[in-house]
């Protein structure tokens, strides 16, 4: 992954995230930017083209463990699912934090999300400890409530990825 890809990554990944609902509320550019810049050999890409159409972001860091490499984000454009790409890119970032110190990786997986359960299953990844988020709603109605707005720097982000894109 390089400077060039950030945008595509970053539209991707607001495509296919449900960026208003847990867990994907933290998906924006600083999220993306603290991979890259933490771990770049752990953040991968696959494109058709210019167009990214799959990534996979990791960082060798989960839960102040320093020894555990950690998948936070791996998308794949429905149009190019089936096809192996987050399997290859998944293998691919754990080769990179196997190879800078991890002593295992770890990732989390919504529970309905069973497409994602599987292909972890399938790369050697095991269940290990199911979490339940409890939420509880705020008292003021649903159109009182402040509005979640997109990351501000995205069209920043653009104008410089397009410049950067061959």
């Known amino acids: 992954m390089g400077l060039g890809h950030i945008a595509g990554v970053l539209d991707l990944g607001h495509r296919v995230f449900d960026v208003s609902a847990m867990p994907y509320t933290s998906w924006s550019l600083t999220s993306l930017a603290v991979h890259f810049d933490e771990q770049p050999d752990a953040c991968w890409v696959a494109c058709d083209g210019p167009r990214v ?46 190879a800078a110190g991890a002593t295992r990786v770890v990732t989390d997986v919504e529970q309905s999300n069973v497409a994602s359960a599987g292909l972890m299953r399938r790369h ?15 008292d003021a109605p649903p159109a009182d409530r402040p509005r979640v707005h997109r990351d501000p720097a995205k069209s920043r982000l653009h104008s410089i990825a397009r410049r950067q894109l061959p």
């Open 53 to 98: 159409v799959a990534f996979v972001l990791g960082s060798l860091d989960y839960d102040d463990r320093e020894d555990w490499g950690y998948l936070e984000w791996i998308a794949v454009d429905p149009e190019y699912q089936g096809r192996g790409l987050a399997g290859d890119l998944l293998e691919l970032s754990c080769k990179a934090l196997f």
């Open 124 to 138: 050697g990844f095991a269940d290990s400890v199911t979490v339940t988020l409890f939420i509880r709603d705020g």
